[in-house]
């Protein structure tokens, strides 16, 4: 009879025990701002309220599940929104969907995921991806993009940041060295229509990357091909590098360089140098940034301030200014907002006063 009963109490529990060994959490980023914006044109100032001007809104959830012997299942689902409209992104996970295993060898992760260059850009860009005047300019593209068959990685002539379809690798750290690998699968089908290749690797995307990281120093690279359709390959590079002065409170200085290369489309390329710096609630950013592409440059100046209120919550502004040359059309880019001008040789500029809460 006790044997039944223990039998018993072990199969009831058997549901508690499953989950104490997995946990799901939710998780999020609010994000609003109110903006004057010019775009350099005749149309003068505007007063705009945005969505994500220092980190894109988004909500999300991710979880593990404990498999024994160091080994985990993980997954993460995030989702965008814009606080202004209620709006969501066009696809509900967009930002990242995967499942996967991690050990003492690393991650590996099938699905939506940040490519390796995206990861030098995020770990070397001063703003944090966030604020007008981010590295995020560089990025033009996701992978594939279903409206340009031609070119998976997108038309807009640079780099690509997520990645669909994918395979992807992170080791663990040895020594403070991290390798990156990711494959895409641009999943074309292939025809004998006349200058297309029919190869079933046409249309696929491979990367890989290397961090290291000792003390306050990170230093990274990384590179991704990608098999065009039609002809001839896109390659797309990036490297990046921070220190963090702990002996000076914390003042961080971040830089970073990527081009992305297009057959038949001069190379664009861009380079900025930043840092910030802690005064207790405050702390005071700045970056510069340079695009070109062919005979085209803007160059742009960009400030940033935070405040906290807690650990969760912090007031910002923001100022960011571009000066484009004759043949320069670049626009300042923020988490989520790009101002783009209406014609050559125009210089846009924006000054944002925001509200960012995180869960």
């Known amino acids: 009879m006790q044997v039944k009963r223990l039998a018993i109490a072990l199969i009831a529990a058997t549901p508690l025990f499953a989950a104490a060994q997995s946990n799901v959490q939710l998780y999020g980023i609010l994000d609003a701002a109110v903006s004057s914006q010019d775009l350099g044109g005749p149309e003068g100032r505007q007063t705009v309220v945005n969505s994500g001007n ?53 991650a590996v992760t099938l699905g939506r995921e940040y490519s ?82 029919t190869s079933l690797e046409k249309g696929n995307l491979w990367g890989g990357g290397v961090e290291y990281t000792l003390g306050g120093l990170y230093l990274g690279a990384a590179y991704h091909q990608i098999k065009r359709v039609a002809a001839d390959e896109d390659k797309e590079m990036a490297v990046g590098g921070s220190y963090r002065f702990d002996q000076l409170g914390g003042f961080e200085i971040k830089a970073n360089w990527m081009k992305a290369e297009r057959p038949a489309v001069a190379d664009y390329k861009q380079a900025n140098i930043g840092g910030s710096i802690p005064f207790g609630a405050h702390r005071f950013y700045v970056n510069y940034q340079q695009q070109k592409q062919a005979n085209a440059e803007g160059k742009t100046w960009a400030l940033a301030y935070t405040y906290s209120l807690s650990k969760r919550t912090n007031l910002y502004a923001s100022y960011a200014s571009l000066d484009n040359n004759s043949t320069g059309q670049f626009g300042i880019t923020s988490s989520s907002v790009t101002l783009t001008p209406t014609a050559v040789n125009r210089d846009p500029d924006v000054f944002s006063l925001g509200l960012r809460h995180s869960f």
């Open 54 to 106: 220092q980190s894109s809104s988004r909500f999300g959830f991710r979880g593990s599940e404990d498999l024994g012997n160091g080994l985990k299942a993980i997954f993460n689902l995030e989702a965008g929104t814009a606080i202004d409209t209620g709006a969501g992104d066009s696809a509900l996970f967009g930002r990242r969907a995967v499942v996967g295993l991690e050990g003492a060898f690393g």
């Open 116 to 197: 390796p260059i995206a990861s030098i850009a995020a770990a070397s860009d001063a703003f944090g991806q966030g604020f007008y005047g981010s590295n995020l300019a560089a990025f033009g593209a996701n992978f594939p993009n279903t409206a340009a068959a031609a070119a998976p990685a997108g038309s807009t002539n640079r780099l690509t940041r997520r990645l669909g379809n994918s395979i992807n690798y992170k080791s663990a750290s040895f020594a403070g060295l991290r390798v990156l690998a990711a494959f895409a699968a641009g999943e074309t089908t292939p025809t004998t229509t006349t200058n297309v290749n």
